[in-house]
């Protein structure tokens, strides 16, 4: 008793190990009662007996183990855990308790194997049972298959796998022990409950005794399907629908269960595969090749007897196969070809698709053997083809197969029929596309007409079988031209067809498995493949026919309804006398009688009334051909009159769109239309006719006859016209039926001609084709020449992208009756590709690919192999298409792909690239012998030849689609293979193209397993590449599926992958759309598109990613997901009740309030008890530590939300923590380290949605911890900053707004010199977004905290700071220059100090910098900088840490203040030790500017040295108030601005210039910015040609330049100049002698030789001549005409210069001369004839005639004929400007003129009736000048139209001479009145060509400083409001004497204004004159009044010198 009492205190799990047996019995009654006893599954007490249940079951007392069974029984039902101990205790109960007697014991054993199996540890248990069936104890063997049996019949052939089982159950049947056999008999009987028939082969060689027991007992099986009784845990809906229908008790129920649980077993798969290759006879191969026919007996008969073997191991056969193609072809002996047939059949049979890589070979030898009339041989070549059929697909074989339908032989056409016919019996409407039929139909329809009855016979088999299959719609319409008699015995043939197997499979993978396994059996010649073991009932039973008759109804519904299409009028020709008699009956008899009349006048009325006459006919009155014959009745088509002919043509159409038009009435018309379509009057109505034609005969064969009448004649314009129209029609009938190949020839005599239009019109239309056809098109013309191939290649990269438009044409017929038959689209949409490809001719170059050539590739000599594959290479080239045959090919390249020699393996890959492009979609025959050898070459050590090896493999893809690389079991044995290499490259491949798949093969799933094993890979790349190809798997695979295949796996391998399995769940890609509903799935919301299709798909939704953040609708998204999340849970309860506890927790509080919790942690992680929060990414002891520790302070729910695999749970629990963060807000605080530290692990997830969510959360938090006035710990804050830093450089931008906006807030609740180290830390980043945000955020901090917030000291900080100036990213440059300016701005010159040294260049970019960013204003500045410190809770202040965008003109004014105040910053940068300079130089000059009434702040400068103080001072600049109303406005400083960026743009530097053009083109591109630059245009282009003139001269020949930059600078300038003339208004301010000089420039461009040298030359020569064209459209009509003529009168005065300039001058003025018509109005007619009698007298006409050429005499007589015929005589009044008329030659040549056309028309009543016109509308003008003098006015005194304004007002002087002024005039001030008379005279001087108005004052200015000096011929200003430089004289001296100066010395020394004004229009002085003015907006009015002697010539590039030393000699005077 003492010892009962010491074992009875210890605790349960002791006891049960204690080695007392009562102890133990004991212990496990108590664990029993617990076990029942504990709730949770989860519970740790279980996890105390994991390491005991084995003892349990195995313990050595008989008695106590009965109660360890129970025991362990009750722990597996209940422990979650209880998994981990399948295999050892399973193990134990085989072993120790099946050989117990009691039969209590084994039950349990039994219950313990079955309830295994039910927690989803199926395959563990049945591996231990059948390694217990080797035991020797019988006991053991036969209770091990009674447990096997009792686990079949309750959980069924879905969790049983039945092939290992079926494997060992024939060694059963021979056991000695009567008892293991009896079992073994009732296992099989259960067996054959589930798999039926496919039991039989496995056991066909058992003892025939017990065979025919088992036969008996099979028929007493119950026919109806067996229903699984048991389920596992994860089929608890499962479970649930069984028990509903128990309880219902109906059988109607049961078809459903049936459909769920009934599986059908592959016999095939239940057999051994036998090697048969190790088994042939060593001679085998010389003896098939021996001579005697008896030897070569010998061999097959050895090979027949292992080809029976119905499973044979994969290897390679290829040898096998050819010896056996061999005899059938070749031997003369038919008993050996029947023997070799079947040989093959048996190959085929057991190797099924694997032997897909030889059908091709050996399909068209038998098919030529069926010329043999032997039956027994027919029999065995049927047997032998139809076996290879079900090894491919009918598509792989489809060329074959109508290769021989046209063979001269009956017999092969007739068995290639009967093949067909029982070949198309397993296929289903998919496996039979409309493509694939339709040529086979072509061959049938010519069958059923030949005259061997059994050809015909044949042929209407196979078309019924069709019919049957596919439905009678889909095959109608290529029946569409078979008679009566022949469609009946088509159906009569499909009614007694019964398909075969396929009727349950949807593709040809399901009907292949089924019928694959029959062909084993000797079937009848019928029907080879039907199963002929199992009784006749079964196959119709199977083939039930209510699921078949769905399918062909829905698949190609409403295809006949195209049978109409294919009719067509049928038309006989008729005599030209019956037309006759027919044509009088509908025409009157008046249009008859004058058709052919002499006069034109009667023929055109007589059309009238043909015409009319055709509207008014029905359609089925109209004699169409009898019409259009009396149409080209004489004169017909040679009709002279274009009237007469426009209204003949226009009829043509007419009567084929409104009557039954046929191709004979077509073919009568064709010709003459064709013959008018290059007419430029007629041949608009052409082509309306022949586009009629084309709807009423269809367009492929109008086009055809079209293009081939027109090529026929050599008219290079109709030949032009007529490809113009064909693309064009292509476009609006779309492409079907168009036959290219009848058109590539004459496409490429088009391209051939020396006409440009033809060639032009020739490429236009290849554009159309590509298009359609895409790049195989391109194939047709690779031989062209290249310089045509490049304006070809150009052509098509023009239209690459674009989509074809939808046909609006053609579609009268078809289109009303295929509304929404949607699979027909679909179908024809998908075949597209294909049918195109079709069109391509290709080559058929077997008959090259000799024998010769195939010894050479597998010679032994790698030299002899190369040569061979050149000549491979070589043959494919020169066919260029070829067709699938190719020979011996195949297996002979295969044999190179693993070569020794790795060249040799590369130019193999090479050629199977050529094979691909060349080939086309044939290709997929080629796939399995060649295709999956490129996969394996994937495997090579060489990373050269893998990358080669992966551009074929998707070279290959492009033609075949990926879905035949799927199928079958290849590529699952490539990815079998333990070759890193190949893993990682093929896994790489997968995750690339799977995503892009709709559906996948079934087969996939075979590659599952290899999948995982990568996952487990040595290799970390393969490791990789696996969890990046797991999503991808899984969008097709589906979550399921992939879970159930890791149950094969290690218990620690299972864990691994299925946790990854949860990750890649959330990461599953959205499958792709279908096309045809593409449009219809896109979500109206603002998802983004790229995940839409998936959202009906599942529960959870990738789209989710893109909710909306706020709580409410994550809540509702997330809960339809907790079932299926949950239902993979091992061991969980059923859902439904999970769920509902889930609701019930949720109440209450979910952040606990720990006392003093965070102090603890704090001093944990202090003393290193805990791991400190400091990691690169995130590790699982991390994980599980914050886990642990948030199990105290957040609800248990929300606990498991946050640590769930599923992301949609994070969001969940983000918005549950949102909601409750106000109203628990102290709990919030409590355990704010441990929120804090959850979202880091957040920042390393990849999911949007989540992130967005966390951010969200993180900005409510920080917004409650500042009003909380709550101030971070150390401790909070290092474990948090340094991972949202991470995400500052997150590639989203609304990612890094939030952050930035966090990171602000942060300096609210964390001090900002904590947060500097951190943000520091954050720029040694390698990402350069987190460099610059970083040192953005560190700009900010500095600017807000001043310099002291710098760490550890502000010049160790800045150092750092400094040394990313030199970074190689822009970003982080001018973030770091920001960041030192913000620096700058805060301590001044001391920042050079703290940066220490820097290189030239940083310093350089520094100091500009600096100088760039003036302070505007010093009152904004401080509202900014006081704004965060004032309102520290206001959490959006800091989204006000980036300034804004500004307007561009504010842009401008930035630079041009910092350019203004360049000395200053200079000079303090300079003089670092010299004393600081004194207050009167520090002034803000922005104030002393915009402060108008600040006269006595300014300091008294008569104390100083007026000379030097003048100068930085830029008097000019004031603005004053007292002159004038609008002196305000005179120094905009935007107009300055812009002044100031154009003088740069004519700098010597490149860069200076590109950088000043792209700021002007920023402006440009804004309409709303581009009137900035009006005022000044002049001024623009003026620098512009200067700067071309500067690349022309210097530029181009200086060698030490990068051409790219010159090309670079060119491209702005003509961006700039297209920019500019793209806007009117913009464009017609450009002067007349400015536009002369920039036509001058552009040419001089066009022209320069050397810029063809430079990379894209020719582009920047196309760009030119765009822009002549645009300045010649755009700019001010008379200034550009007056432009042209000036400059050809200098081209040719000047003899040296080029013909080809004058040429191009010349050009320009006919496209001018061809325009005015349309310009004349707005040209003033005084100047051009001004500068044409100019042109007159330095080149009269005799001068003229002397010229080489003539063509200038001509152009200009041109010009002037032009001029009078629009304006008539009325142009001898526009002389006015001429001196001297008499003189002129220009007056009497117009007098001729005029004479001459007054002769030819009387216009001199339209003369009187205009002079009277005039006179009224003199009067009505009159009555209404004070409203136009009003608005004249109005504009004058607007500073916008001020120019247009004077203009107006002048040219209304001018009109009215009479008009008074003066009451306009007399409310306004003196200035005024001034203004408008100088404004006036000035106009008047610039258009009567006298000289300048000399004057001297002040001209208010209204948009712009500048003064742009004018001459002759151009007017003051392209504005009118320009200022001269007497005007800043004299506003100088106004300013001088309010301050009170002295005003002598710069007016005595000013130039004369004569000097700035040149006489001769737009000479070169002029543009010396421009820079001068330029180069002084530059300086701002700082030149030296005493030095200014004259005006300086600089260039633009001195001007900074000059600034230098004028700043030295400040210096040097303070001094």
């Known amino acids: 008793m003492g010892d009962d009492s010491e074992w009875m205190k210890l605790p349960i799990d002791q006891k049960c190990e204690h080695k007392i047996w009562k102890a133990r019995l004991n212990g496990y009654e108590e664990a029993l009662k617990l076990f029942q006893r504990i709730d949770d599954e989860k519970s740790p007490e279980w996890g105390k007996y994991l390491g005991l249940i084995k003892k349990f079951v195995t313990d050595s007392n008989a008695v106590a183990q009965l109660k360890g069974l129970e025991a362990a029984l009750a722990f597996i039902e209940n422990a979650h855990v209880a998994g981990k101990t399948t295999g050892e205790v399973v193990s134990g109960v085989v072993s120790k308790v099946f050989n117990q007697p009691k039969a209590r014991a084994k039950e349990l054993g039994s219950d313990i194997c079955l309830m295994y199996i039910e927690i989803e540890k199926a395959e563990v248990v049945q591996d231990e049972l059948i390694k217990g069936l080797d035991n020797k104890n019988p006991k053991i063997v036969v209770a091990c298959i009674e447990t096997l049996r009792k686990a079949l019949c309750e959980f069924g052939s879905k969790i049983i796998t039945l092939k290992p089982v079926v494997k060992i159950l024939p060694k059963q049947f021979e056991s000695r022990e009567k008892a293991v056999r009896d079992e073994a008999k009732l296992l099989a009987v259960e067996i054959y409950r589930w798999i039926r028939d496919a039991l039989r082969p496995p056991l066909q060689n058992i003892n025939s005794v017990q065979l ?73 191969y010389e003896k098939i090749e021996a001579k005697k026919w008896q030897e070569r007996k010998e061999a097959l008969e050895a090979v027949e007897a292992l080809t029976k073997n119905p499973k044979l191991e994969s290897g390679d056969y290829g040898d096998l196969v050819r010896a056996l193609k061999k005899v059938i072809g070749k031997d003369a002996n038919v008993m050996l070809v029947t023997m070799a047939a079947k040989c093959l059949a048996g190959l085929a049979a057991g190797l099924r698709k694997k032997f897909g890589t030889y059908a091709g070979h050996v399909v068209p030898t038998i098919l030529e053997k069926f010329k043999e009339k032997k039956p027994q041989v027919v029999q065995a070549l049927q047997e032998a083809i ?88 889909a095959v109608n319409p290529f029946l569409a031209d078979v008679d009566k008699l022949k469609l009946d015995k088509i159906k009569e043939c499909a009614d ?49 026919g209510p699921p078949k008759k769905g399918k062909p109804a829905s698949a190609p519904s409403g295809k006949s309804k195209k049978a109409p299409d294919t009719k067509e009028i049928i038309e006989t020709e008729l005599s030209p006398e019956v037309c006759e008699e027919r044509a009088a009956a509908v025409l009157p008899a008046s249009c008859m009688q004058l058709l052919d009349s002499a006069n034109w006048k009667e023929r055109l009325a007589s059309m009238e009334e043909f015409q009319r006459a055709v509207e008014q006919m029905d359609k089925s009155e109209m004699p169409c051909q009898a019409l259009v014959k009396m149409l080209a009745k004489k004169p017909g088509w040679k009709e002279t009159n274009f009237q007469v002919m426009q209204m003949k043509l226009h009829i043509v159409g007419l009567i084929a769109q409104k009557g039954s038009f046929s191709k004979t009435s077509a073919l009568v018309v064709l010709d003459g239309l064709v013959d008018k379509i290059g007419d430029v009057k007629c041949g608009g109505k052409a082509k309306e006719g022949l586009t009629a034609i084309g709807e009423a005969c269809s367009l492929p064969w109008t086009a055809e006859q079209v293009v081939s009448l027109a090529f026929a004649q050599k008219n290079p314009k109709n030949q032009a016209e007529t490809l113009n129209w064909l693309a064009n029609a292509m476009k609006e009938f779309g492409f079907a039926g168009i036959n290219v190949k009848a058109f590539i020839n ?90 195109i490809m079709d069109l391509l001719p290709r080559t058929d170059i077997s008959d090259k690919i000799t024998s010769d050539m195939v010894s050479k590739i597998g010679d032994k000599n790698w030299k002899i192999r190369k040569e061979g594959l050149d000549e491979v290479a070589a043959v494919i080239s020169e066919a260029k298409f070829i067709q699938a045959s190719i020979g011996e090919l195949p297996i002979a390249l295969k044999g190179r792909l693993n070569d020794s020699n790795k060249l040799l393996v590369q130019q193999t890959l090479n050629i199977l690239q050529q094979i691909a492009t060349a080939m086309g979609p044939s290709l997929k025959q080629h796939i399995r012998n060649l295709g999956i050898p490129v996969i394996t070459v994937l495997g090579d050590s060489k990373a050269n030849v893998r990358a080669t090896a992966m551009a074929t493999l998707n070279a290959w893809v492009e033609q075949t689609g990926m879905k035949e690389w799927l199928e079958g079991e290849d590529l699952s044995e490539e990815l079998k293979k333990e070759n890193p290499f190949l893993r990682q490259e093929l896994l790489g491949w997968l995750a690339e193209k799977l995503p892009t798949m709709r559906t996948v093969p079934a087969d996939l799933m075979l590659c599952v397993p290899h999948l995982y094993a990568c996952l487990e890979d040595r290799s970390g790349d393969v490791r990789k590449k696996a969890q990046d190809a797991l999503p991808t798997f899984m969008m097709h695979l589906g979550y399921e599926k992939m879970c159930k295949a890791t149950g094969k796996l290690k218990p620690a391998s299972k864990d691994q992958v299925v946790g990854m399995l949860e990750k890649a769940r959330a990461l599953m890609p959205a499958k792709p759309a279908a096309p045809a509903k593409a449009a219809a799935t896109k979500p109206a919301s603002s998802a983004p598109a790229s995940k839409p299709a998936s959202a009906p798909a599942r529960n959870q939704t990738p789209s989710e990613d893109f909710s909306d953040p706020e709580p409410k609708p994550d809540t509702k998204k997330a809960k339809p997901a907790g079932p299926a999340a949950k239902k993979g849970v091992v061991g969980k309860k059923p859902p439904v009740k999970a769920g509902a506890k889930e609701e019930e927790d949720k109440s209450g509080p979910i952040f606990i309030l720990v006392p003093n919790g965070k102090e603890q942690r704090m001093k944990e992680e202090r003393a290193l008890k805990i791991l400190k929060w400091n990691f690169i990414t995130p590790r699982d002891e991390y994980v599980e530590q914050l886990k642990t520790q948030m199990s105290t302070s957040l609800a248990k729910w929300l606990q498991d939300e946050l640590f769930h695999f599923d992301f949609q749970r994070h969001v969940k629990a983000i918005g549950a923590m949102i909601e409750h963060m106000e109203p628990e807000c102290e709990a919030v605080i409590g355990c704010l380290d441990l929120v804090l530290k959850w979202f880091t692990l957040r920042f390393f997830d990849t999911n949007t949605s989540v992130l967005m969510k966390a951010l969200e959360f993180l900005k409510l938090l920080f917004t409650m911890l500042s009003r909380k006035n709550y101030q971070l710990s150390d401790y909070e804050a290092s474990s948090f900053i340094p991972y949202l830093i991470l995400k500052v450089g997150e590639s989203k931008d609304v990612v890094r707004k939030d952050v930035r906006g966090i990171l602000g807030m942060f300096c609210q609740v964390y001090p900002a010199s904590k947060i500097f180290p951190f943000l520091m830390d954050g720029t040694k980043s390698k990402n350069s977004k987190q460099r610059s945000e970083c040192l953005e955020e560190l700009g900010c901090l500095i600017e807000n905290f001043g310099m002291n917030v710098c760490q550890p000291t502000p010049a160790k900080a800045l150092k750092e700071i400094a040394v990313h100036i030199g970074d190689r990213d822009t970003t982080v440059r001018n973030a770091a220059l920001n960041t030192v300016l913000a620096a700058y701005n805060t301590c001044g010159d001391q920042v050079f100090k703290l940066i220490g040294n820097l290189s030239e260049k940083e310093m350089s970019m520094l100091e500009e910098r600096i100088k760039r960013s003036a302070k505007k204003t010093p009152a904004a500045p401080a509202k900014q900088e006081r704004a965060p410190k004032e309102n520290p809770t206001n959490p959006n202040a800091t989204f006000l840490r980036k300034p804004t965008q500004e307007e561009v003109p504010n842009k401008l004014r930035i630079m041009y203040r910092t350019y203004r105040i360049q000395a200053r910053a200079q000079n303090a940068h300079m003089e ?24 006595s702040d300014i300091p008294d400068l008569v104390q100083h040295k007026l000379d030097e103080v003048l100068e930085p001072v830029m008097i000019p600049e004031r603005k004053m108030r007292s002159v004038s109303p609008h002196f305000d406005d005179i120094h905009n400083s935007t107009a300055s601005t812009i002044n100031f960026v154009i003088s740069q743009v004519a700098s010597g530097d490149i860069n200076t210039s590109i950088q000043a053009l792209a700021q ?36 181009m020949a200086d060698d030490r330049l990068d051409k790219k930059d010159i090309f670079k600078l060119y491209s702005c300038i003509l961006g700039n100049m297209l920019s500019l003339f793209s806007m009117e208004s913009l464009a017609r301010e450009a002067s007349m002698g400015v536009l002369k000089d920039l036509m001058h420039g552009l040419i001089t461009l066009m022209l320069d030789s050397r810029v063809e040298d430079i990379e894209d030359g020719q582009q920047l020569i196309r760009s030119v001549n765009l822009l002549m064209v645009r300045v010649l459209e755009k700019s001010d009509q008379t200034n550009i005409l007056s432009a042209l003529l000036v400059l050809l009168q200098d081209s040719l005065t000047n003899t040296a210069g080029s013909s080809m300039f004058s040429e191009l001058v010349m050009k320009c003025l006919w496209r001018m001369i061809r325009f005015l018509p349309q310009t004349i109005n707005s040209i003033n007619l005084d100047r051009i004839l001004l500068d044409v009698h100019n042109f007159m007298k330095v080149f009269p006409k005799e001068k003229l005639k002397q010229l080489k050429s003539d063509v200038p005499h001509r152009t200009l007589k041109t010009l002037l004929h032009t001029l009078c015929r629009l304006t008539g005589a009325k142009i001898l009044d526009h002389l006015s400007m001429i001196e001297n008329r008499n003189e002129s030659e220009l007056e009497a040549h117009l007098r001729r003129v005029v004479k001459h056309s007054a002769n030819l028309s009387g216009n001199k009543s339209d003369k009187s009736t205009e002079k009277g016109a005039l006179r009224s509308d003199d009067k009505v003008i009159k009555a209404k000048v004070s409203d136009i003098l009003s608005e004249i006015f109005k504009k004058i005194g607007s500073k916008e139209n001020t120019k247009e304004g004077l203009t107006e007002l002048y040219e209304y002087k001018q009109k009215y001479s009479a008009a008074d002024l003066e009451p306009f005039l007399m409310n306004t001030s003196q200035f005024f009145q001034s203004y408008v008379e100088r404004g006036l005279r000035m106009i008047e001087s610039e258009r009567e060509g006298k000289g300048r108005i000399q004057t001297s004052t002040v001209i208010p200015q209204h948009t712009t400083d500048s003064y742009v000096p004018s001459s002759s011929s151009v007017s003051l200003s392209s504005n009118g409001d320009d200022l001269n430089a007497a005007a800043y004289y004299e506003r100088l001296k106004i300013l001088r004497q309010r301050r009170g100066l002295e005003n002598s010395g710069p007016e005595e020394e000013r130039p004369p204004l004569s000097s700035l004004r040149p006489s001769v229009a737009s000479s070169t002085d002029m543009l010396h004159s421009k820079l001068s003015q330029l180069k002084e907006s530059r300086e701002h009015f700082q030149q030296e009044q005493s030095h200014s002697h004259s005006p300086t010539r600089s260039s633009p590039a001195s001007n900074l010198d000059d600034l230098k030393k004028r700043l030295e000699r400040i210096k040097s005077n303070r001094q």
């Open 1472 to 1495: 670092q030790s010299a004393p600081s300079i004194p207050k009167e130089f520090q002034l803000d000059l922005d104030v002393f500017e915009n402060n108008h009434t600040c006269a």
């Open 1560 to 1595: 002007i083109d920023e402006v440009l591109r804004q309409a709303d910015k581009a009137e900035a630059m009006s005022g000044h245009i002049d001024q623009f282009l003026i620098a512009t040609f200067m700067q071309l003139r500067l690349i022309y001269n210097t530029h």
């Open 212 to 284: 025919k027991d088992l036969e008996e007992e099979w028929v007493k099986v119950p026919t109806t399907a067996p229903k699984q009784t048991r389920f596992l845990r994860s089929q608890q809906d499962l479970k649930a629908k069984f028990e509903q229908h128990q309880a219902a008790g109906g059988d109607e129920a049961d078809g459903d269960v049936e459909e769920e649980t009934e599986v059908q077993v592959d016999p095939y798969e239940l057999l051994e595969a036998v090697d048969i290759l190790s088994k042939l006879p060593k001679d085998f």
């Open 746 to 835: 004459n496409v490429k005599t088009a391209l051939g001609a020396t006409n440009p239009a033809v060639r032009t019109s020739a490429i236009t239309l290849l554009g159309v084709m590509f298009l359609y056809m895409g790049a195989p098109l391109r194939m047709f013309f690779e031989d062209e020449k290249p310089a045509l191939l490049t304006q070809i290649n150009a052509e098509f990269e023009k239209m690459q992208g674009q989509s074809p438009p939808a046909p609006t044409r053609g579609a009268k017929k078809a289109g009303a009756e295929e509304d929404g038959e949607d699979a027909d689209e679909e179908e024809v949409d998908g075949g597209g590709a294909a049918d």
């Open 386 to 473: 139809d076996a290879v059929f079900l090894t491919t697909t009918l598509q792989n074989i489809s060329e074959d197969v109508l290769g021989v339908m046209d063979n001269k032989n009956p017999s092969i056409k007739q068995q290639a029929s009967l093949f067909l016919a029982r070949s198309f019996r397993h296929c289903t409407p998919s496996t039979l596309p409309k493509s694939v039929l339709k040529p086979f139909c072509a061959a049938f329809l010519k069958q059923v007409n030949d005259s061997a009855p059994e050809v015909r016979d044949a042929a209407f088999e196979a078309l019924g079988t069709a019919m049957k299959v596919i439905g009678e719609k």
């Open 496 to 544: 007694k067809v019964e398909l075969l197997g396929g009727k349950k499979g949807g593709g040809s993978g399901a009907g292949e498995k089924k019928e694959k396994p029959a062909a084993k059996a000797p079937p009848p010649v019928e029907a080879p493949a039907k199963p002929s073991g199992p009784p006749k009932k079964a196959p119709p039973a199977k083939a039930a």
